[in-house]
């Protein structure tokens, strides 16, 4: 139980596009989703965290303009990466924190990640 | 503002050997203390965590890890590595704020494990 699906696990686009990177928990209700960034031979980085139904809050330094969050339902969020460049190649993984509605136990869960490549 | 320190970011044992990750982390409060473990290109995987109670917490794969408070440490161990346990390794510090906004972590640097047949 409490899994969380993210896809696309590969995307590649060119410089200037937008890209969106899903987030759905699939057996639970994720009150929260919490996404990261990760460069290559780095740790991850909190970008923002998001409440079904409420705008994101973004970790300082983090382009609220650049990277829309958007957290309509219970079971997903979505990132856009927007006139994506360059530098902003990266790896990207959500978290959702929810309850399990089976057994009411409080879950954190990864998803698998997003590699974004941009040309 | 937490912070989490992974000192070694290497570490290469025998298959077979003992392994121990360190992890030393800063925090106002009682933390929320996690281990992850994180392939080549791929997500994370729990393998234990720490809120509250017996500060030795058991995990999957037969990894353990022990809160010590007074050295702010939060050390994941071994007994017998296994080729497969050959990944990355994330220590990380959740704010104790009750829910889920434990979720806000705070990562170390990682600590890549080398195992040699």
Same mark, same amino acid.
């Given at each position: 139980?409490? *899994?969380?699906?993210?896809?696309? @696990?590969?995307v590649i686009c060119k410089s200037g596009t937008? *890209?969106?990177?899903?987030?759905? @928990?699939?057996?639970?209700?994720a009150t929260t989703m919490f996404w990261y960034r990760q460069f290559p031979k780095q740790s991850l980085m909190l970008m923002a965290t998001s409440n079904e139904g409420s705008k994101a809050t973004y970790e300082q330094g983090v382009e609220k303009d650049k990277f829309l969050i958007n957290h309509a339902s219970?079971?997903?969020?979505?990132?856009?990466?927007t006139s994506a460049h360059p530098e902003d190649s990266s790896f990207y993984i959500c978290s959702a924190g929810g309850t399990v509605k089976s057994s009411g136990a409080n879950v954190l869960t990864f998803g698998a990640g997003s590699r974004l490549t941009v040309l | 503002a937490q912070s989490v320190t992974q000192p070694d970011i290497h570490i290469t044992v025998s298959e077979g050997a003992s392994l121990e990750l360190r992890c030393n982390?800063?925090?106002?409060?009682?933390?929320?203390l996690f281990w992850y473990v994180q392939s080549p290109g791929?997500?994370?995987q729990l393998l234990l965590k720490y809120f509250s109670g017996d500060t030795l917490v058991q995990g999957i794969k037969g990894f353990e890890a022990e809160f010590k408070r007074s050295?702010?440490?939060f050390n994941l161990r071994?007994?017998?590595v296994h080729w497969s346990d050959a990944a990355e390794y994330f220590c990380a510090v959740g704010r104790n704020a009750g829910g889920t906004s434990y979720g806000k972590l705070t990562f170390g640097q990682g600590t890549i494990l080398t195992v040699h047949p």
């Amino acid at each position: 139980g409490a *899994v969380v699906s993210q896809h696309p @696990s590969r995307v590649i686009c060119k410089s200037g596009t937008s *890209v969106k990177i899903e987030c759905r @928990s699939l057996d639970f209700q994720a009150t929260t989703m919490f996404w990261y960034r990760q460069f290559p031979k780095q740790s991850l980085m909190l970008m923002a965290t998001s409440n079904e139904g409420s705008k994101a809050t973004y970790e300082q330094g983090v382009e609220k303009d650049k990277f829309l969050i958007n957290h309509a339902s219970l079971t997903l969020s979505t990132l856009t990466v927007t006139s994506a460049h360059p530098e902003d190649s990266s790896f990207y993984i959500c978290s959702a924190g929810g309850t399990v509605k089976s057994s009411g136990a409080n879950v954190l869960t990864f998803g698998a990640g997003s590699r974004l490549t941009v040309l | 503002a937490q912070s989490v320190t992974q000192p070694d970011i290497h570490i290469t044992v025998s298959e077979g050997a003992s392994l121990e990750l360190r992890c030393n982390y800063s925090y106002g409060a009682t933390p929320y203390l996690f281990w992850y473990v994180q392939s080549p290109g791929q997500g994370l995987q729990l393998l234990l965590k720490y809120f509250s109670g017996d500060t030795l917490v058991q995990g999957i794969k037969g990894f353990e890890a022990e809160f010590k408070r007074s050295q702010s440490s939060f050390n994941l161990r071994k007994p017998s590595v296994h080729w497969s346990d050959a990944a990355e390794y994330f220590c990380a510090v959740g704010r104790n704020a009750g829910g889920t906004s434990y979720g806000k972590l705070t990562f170390g640097q990682g600590t890549i494990l080398t195992v040699h047949p």
